[in-house]
């Protein structure tokens, strides 16, 4: 019997990974009616977004063709993977479609395009698309935020229940997800960033004490969004484990980001994780990693 493209892709990728399932199973999570894998694979290196610099993000973009992502999608399956965040726009959303008529089962966490002009028309369009929910995007609800305007996320929240889905919030500030649980918000989960991006290039500068070229990845902010996920008793999408690859030269320092993560997550929070599969096995290696550092017997609070 003649065998058909995905089935050969499937077959292509078992073969060498029967042997790596060895590895310990990576745990799920219950957030509403689903079960999430606490690994999800992230968008941005799909979408060309290295948060490194513009050469990384062009090459991102360059290999991340149709085929290239629908094959890392159907790894992140046979790692044990079962849902991916990425970006609400129609390259995504057409992306998806395709993967699933050639029979992907990957479940899907959706982020409000925040470029276009008619949010709620962009938030029924995910809708259609069945994901398991929709975020409003972290850095314009910091926007909001640092303009007094956070009153306008809460509105793009209310159209997101309407639709019928899971309701999230994402923010790299922590002070906003205080000012949320305080007013008691209608939200099903945050997408919690652990480095604060949202501050002025002035504010970096002088946080750094040297002029910052780009974004400042800041190791302290972690603990603070950290305590945070903590307190909350909504379920947290925990990203920027390793500072958008920064502390990922070796396995120990990417063990030591994940484990200081896991040792303020709820059992019901994720790890969402982009990966760049062009530069080394990514998924299996953060499949492997973060299934030991969920697995691992430890006391609360140590890492």
Same mark, same amino acid.
């Given at each position: 019997?003649?065998?058909?493209?995905?089935?050969? /892709?499937?077959?292509?990728?078992?073969?060498?990974f %029967? @042997?790596?399932?060895? /590895?310990?199973?990576?745990?799920?999570?219950?957030?509403?009616?689903?079960?999430?894998?606490? +690994?999800?694979?992230?968008?941005?290196?799909?979408?060309?977004?290295?948060?490194?610099? @513009?050469?990384?993000?062009?090459?991102?973009?360059?290999? =991340?063709?149709? %085929?290239?992502?629908?094959?890392?999608l159907?790894?992140?399956?046979?790692?044990?993977?079962?849902?991916?965040?990425? #970006?609400?726009?129609?390259?995504? /959303?057409?992306?998806?479609?395709?993967?699933?008529?050639?029979?992907?089962?990957?479940?899907?966490?959706?982020?409000?395009?925040?470029e276009?002009?008619?949010?709620?028309?962009?938030?029924?369009?995910?809708?259609?698309?069945? &994901? *398991?929910?929709?975020y409003?995007? @972290?850095?314009?609800?910091?926007?909001?935020? !640092?303009?007094?305007?956070?009153?306008?996320? !809460?509105?793009?929240?209310?159209?997101?229940?309407?639709?019928?889905?899971? *309701?999230?919030?994402?923010?790299?500030? &922590?002070?906003?997800?205080?000012?949320?649980?305080?007013?008691?918000?209608?939200?099903?989960?945050?997408?919690?960033? +652990?480095?604060?991006?949202? #501050?002025?290039?002035?504010?970096?500068?002088?946080?750094? @004490?040297?002029?910052?070229?780009?974004? +400042?990845?800041?190791?302290?902010?972690?603990?603070? /969004?950290l305590?945070?996920?903590?307190?909350?008793?909504?379920?947290?999408?925990?990203?920027?484990?390793? %500072?958008?690859? !920064?502390?990922?030269?070796?396995?120990?320092?990417?063990?030591?980001? +994940? #484990?200081?993560?896991?040792?303020?997550?709820?059992?019901?929070?994720? =790890?969402?994780i982009?990966?760049?599969?062009?530069?080394?096995?990514?998924?299996?290696?953060?499949?492997?990693?973060? %299934?030991?550092?969920?697995?691992?017997k !430890?006391?609360?609070?140590? =890492?």
């Open positions: 019997m003649e065998l058909n493209r995905r089935q050969l /892709m499937t077959a292509a990728l078992a073969a060498p %029967a @042997g790596a399932m060895q /590895m310990e199973t990576i745990p799920k999570a219950q957030i509403g009616s689903w079960k999430i894998s606490r +690994l999800i694979v992230g968008g941005n290196p799909i979408s060309g977004n290295s948060h490194v610099s @513009g050469r990384l993000s062009r090459e991102m973009a360059d290999y =991340f063709t149709a %085929a290239r992502i629908k094959h890392l159907q790894e992140c399956e046979n790692t044990g993977i079962n849902t991916w965040q990425s #970006r609400g726009d129609r390259h995504i /959303m057409r992306l998806l479609n395709e993967y699933r008529l050639e029979g992907g089962k990957m479940q899907w966490i959706a982020q409000t395009a925040s276009l002009a008619d949010i709620p028309r962009n938030i029924d369009t995910i809708a259609d698309m069945k &994901p *398991v929910g929709i409003h995007h @972290g850095s314009q609800t910091d926007k909001f935020w !640092r303009a007094g305007k956070i009153e306008q996320a !809460r509105e793009m929240l209310k159209a997101i229940r309407q639709a019928g889905v899971l *309701v999230g919030l994402g923010t790299h500030i &922590p002070e906003v997800i205080d000012h949320v649980e305080s007013e008691g918000w209608d939200l099903d989960f945050y997408m919690a960033c +652990l480095y604060n991006l949202s #501050r002025t290039p002035e504010e970096a500068d002088k946080l750094a @004490g040297r002029p910052v070229q780009g974004e +400042l990845f800041w190791d302290p902010d972690r603990e603070k /969004m305590l945070r996920v903590r307190q909350t008793s909504r379920p947290c999408l925990i990203f920027k484990v390793y %500072a958008a690859s !920064r502390h990922c030269d070796s396995e120990e320092r990417m063990l030591t980001a +994940l #484990r200081l993560a896991a040792s303020y997550a709820k059992p019901e929070d994720c =790890f969402v982009g990966m760049y599969p062009k530069q080394s096995e990514q998924v299996r290696q953060n499949g492997r990693l973060v %299934a030991q550092v969920f697995n691992e !430890r006391p609360p609070d140590q =890492f």
